[in-house]
Each structure stands twice: as structure tokens, then as C-alpha cells.
């Protein structure tokens, strides 16, 4: 991998940057420090529309290969011009130059906001961001004069570009070109577009700009002024993304895994800051249409794969996550969700598979334990606690790497060197 991370764009967010090599060597050997020697596999977007057969299908084989491998891929050869591209981080970066005043008027207000502003107010989140609805009806702020206008262009053109990724990935799941389009509505699809900027940060304390996470949505893709600081979680471990001036990063979204039954899940991601220039990073997130039905979809559904995921609208789902727009899982924090007995939640939230038994990463609550239907649970950065009993966890159980659970309710569980430990 390479060791400098180039800053893409001129300017105020200028020069190189060494961004992987400085968080490395400063991090007092913490777990952000360990970065897994991988690399995020590439996708040539031009090969993916091609009008030769044998280069599509070359595309859509790569592109299966890295959504199963990776639930991420970098897309190089996307056609957008580097001058765009530069002119959009610019007029983001302008956003955030702007008066506090200007900005405050996008504070959360309540569920209906189509625009929102802040600043990440947890240790960890070092954000400030703004966040819009991009489609159907695109909203932006309209200060300062031009930023509306690209990112309006900017929106347009990704999304193009993600409905034939999509249509690249329907083809590689081994489904009619159109399947996720069809099902998903995508022609009303609900997209937020997030507009983030991370100030350098004092190493060596942590330099987490934006804690790990999954993004709802089928799809994002993110654009960076700086080549380094987004890390995915593959197999329990960290990896760099390597994405080269001109490219953008795109990473599978909770709602797709839902979709395919887990056959694609959607990537872990993290930002780390770096010592030495403002980070901006712009995610579309491309989700189905609000009275889209999300379900595992029954091409992935038979005797042994049963279906593993609590099905809702897009709108259902966003009525309970509503003040979550991009940050987090798909059972946040005050999420009120009916168990089952046997039901299964990964550590970041997720409900899995109907069945009683222990897998890594997963935690379960087993039938025997008294947490009934009926019961809240809060669901928080791996912590899982019950409002009202005793959860009973199988000692054998053992967690991925950099899973983080907590104590909850007189009931602590541990995760040293990985195994998980009940503590009475
Ligand atoms: O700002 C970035 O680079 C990534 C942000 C992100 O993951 C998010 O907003 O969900
Ligand atoms: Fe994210």
C-alpha cells in the first residue's frame, strides 16, 4: 500500500499528506494502530458499462468477488471529470467555512428536517457534518452561492453511476439486470447525500474521526479529499482504503444484506484522522424507495437459508431510527424491538439468524433467558442491554476482533483476547 496519502484536491486542502504513516507510528500501539496488510479490491467502471461482452462480464465477476469478500470495492474509470470533482470538494469544504449562524439554522428540529447540521457529540466523533436528502426531491442549503448547484449535479451524476453498479451487482448475484432497480423502486429511491468534515487532528491521543459503523441504505458511495483515513472491517480486522486521486469509494449498505439474506454484507467502516489537513468526505447513500419492501429476497431464501432479517418498509425502518440519518445500524440506541425467543443480534446491533446458537461476533440471546417479547432493548457500539431481565450468553462464546462490549445491568461481559466472559 502506499505510504502517502495524496490529498486530491488545491487549495486550502492542499499538498501531501503522509496520513496512514503518522497515525502508525504515533498510536501507542492501540487497536487503531493495527492495520491488516489488504487491500480494497478495484472495480473499472468503464469495463462494467462496456459494450464488449467479455469485459462486462469480467467486471461483474470482480465486482461479485468484492461485494461477497469485501462488502466494499473502489471505482476507478467512472467518468466524472477531475476538475468536477475537485469543484465539488471545494464548495463542500465553503460549506463548513461558512458563519456559525448560517449553519445553525439546519439544527435538528424533528423527524421532518430534510436537512440537517452538527457536530459529532460523542468521544470518537470529531464530525461536523451536514446531511440532505439528495432524491427523489433534492434539498440544500443555499448558501454559499454555487454549493447547491454542483452538489445538485454531483447527486445526479452518482447516482447514474450506482444504478448501473447496481445493475452490475443484480448480474453478478445472478439475477435479471433490473432485479435490485425493480424491487427496491430505485426510480423513487430514497437517497441521502452527507457532506463531513473532519478538523487534523493532535495525535497521538485517538484520532477516531467518526466511530465504527455500518450505513443503512443499498449502497454508498463516498468521495474523499484525501487518500487515506476510511477503514473497513474485513474479517475482524482494519484495512486501509487505498483510493487514488479521481476515484470514489463505494461500500454496501445494511439494506442490501437484507435484500440478499446476508449473501452481501454491508462493510464496518471507520474514519481515522489525520495531523495535518481537514478532511472532507462526501457519502451519497442510495436506499430503496420508502414504500419499498425490504426483505431477504426469496432468490436467498431456502431450507438452509432461512430468512435472517426483520422485514420493514425503508419508511418503517426510518420512522424508527429517525434522528440516526447515517450514523449507525440498523437498531440504534432506543430502538424498541419485539424479541423473539432465539433471536440474534450481531455486536453492532443487527439482527441475525432465528436460531439458538453461538456464532463469532454474534451475540444471542438463548431461550432460556428471561428476556421476554415485549422487551426494550438499548443497542449501542456492541453494548447490548436489557430494560427488564437477565440475558444468559453461552461462556464458549467467542468475538471477533474489535468487537467492544460492555458492562450492562449488573452483567458484564468481557471481551479479552476475544473471548467473551459472563461476570455475575
Ligand atoms: O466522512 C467519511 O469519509 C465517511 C463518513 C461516513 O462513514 C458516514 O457519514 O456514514
Ligand atoms: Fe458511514
Known amino acids: 500500500m502506499a505510504e502517502t496519502a495524496l490529498l486530491l484536491n488545491q487549495g486550502s486542502l492542499l499538498s501531501s499528506v503522509h496520513a496512514k504513516a503518522n497515525i502508525i507510528e504515533n498510536a ?3 487497536s487503531f494502530c493495527f492495520v491488516a496488510d489488504d487491500e480494497v479490491p478495484i472495480i473499472d467502471y468503464s469495463m462494467l458499462v462496456s459494450a464488449d461482452p467479455d469485459h462486462r462480464s469480467k467486471a461483474i465477476q470482480d465486482l461479485g468477488k468484492a461485494c461477497g469478500d469485501y462488502g466494499c470495492f473502489t471505482v476507478v474509470n467512472h467518468g466524472l471529470p477531475e476538475s468536477f470533482i475537485r469543484g465539488v470538494l471545494e464548495e463542500c469544504s465553503g460549506f463548513f467555512d461558512l458563519a456559525e449562524m448560517e449553519k445553525t439554522g439546519y439544527e435538528p428540529k424533528g423527524p421532518a428536517d430534510k436537512i440537517r447540521w452538527g457536530k459529532g457529540s460523542k468521544p470518537g466523533d470529531k464530525r461536523e457534518f451536514l446531511k440532505l436528502i439528495s432524491h427523489p426531491d433534492f434539498q440544500c442549503p443555499a448558501k454559499p452561492t454555487g454549493f447547491s448547484e454542483i452538489l ?29 432497480e425493480n424491487a427496491m423502486k430505485l426510480e423513487s429511491g430514497f437517497d441521502i447525500c452527507g457532506v463531513n468534515t473532519y478538523p487534523p487532528c493532535s495525535l497521538p491521543s485517538n484520532p477516531v474521526g467518526l466511530l465504527p459503523h455500518s450505513d443503512p441504505s443499498l449502497l454508498i458511495l463516498l468521495l474523499q479529499n484525501v487518500d487515506g483515513g476510511l477503514q473497513i472491517q474485513r474479517n ?5 482504503t487505498n483510493v487514488a486521486q479521481n476515484s470514489i469509494f463505494a461500500h454496501i449498505g445494511d439494506h442490501l444484506e437484507v435484500l440478499t439474506n446476508g449473501k452481501y454484507k454491508s462493510a464496518m467502516h471507520r474514519v481515522i484522522g489525520n495531523n495535518k489537513v481537514k478532511r472532507i468526505g462526501v457519502p451519497i447513500a442510495f436506499g430503496p424507495s420508502l414504500d419499498a419492501f425490504v426483505k431477504p429476497a426469496r432468490e436467498f431464501v431456502d431450507e438452509s437459508h432461512r430468512p435472517a432479517y426483520h422485514e420493514q418498509t425503508y419508511e418503517e425502518f426510518w420512522q424508527t431510527n429517525q434522528c440516526n440519518v ?8 432506543g430502538s424498541a424491538l419485539n424479541i423473539d425467543e432465539g433471536l440474534i443480534f450481531d455486536t453492532n446491533g443487527r439482527l441475525h439468524a432465528n436460531e439458538c446458537n453461538f456464532v463469532e461476533g454474534i451475540v444471542v440471546f438463548n431461550t432460556g433467558s428471561t428476556l421476554n417479547k415485549g422487551s426494550v432493548l438499548n443497542v449501542d457500539e456492541g453494548l447490548i442491554c436489557g430494560t427488564n431481565g437477565r440475558h444468559l450468553f453461552e461462556e464458549k462464546a467467542v468475538l471477533g476482533r474489535g468487537s467492544a462490549l460492555n458492562s450492562s445491568e449488573g452483567l458484564i461481559f468481557m471481551n479479552t483476547k476475544g473471548r467473551l466472559r459472563k461476570v455475575e
Open 236 to 240: 475482524g480486522e482494519w484495512i486501509n
Open 152 to 180: 445538485q449535479e454531483y447527486c445526479k451524476r452518482t447516482r447514474a453511476i450506482a444504478l448501473e453498479i447496481f445493475r452490475g451487482i443484480s448480474k453478478s448475484l445472478g439475477l435479471e439486470e433490473c432485479y435490485i
Open 28 to 30: 501507542n500501539n492501540e
Open 326 to 333: 447515517m450514523e449507525g445500524k440498523l437498531f440504534n440506541k
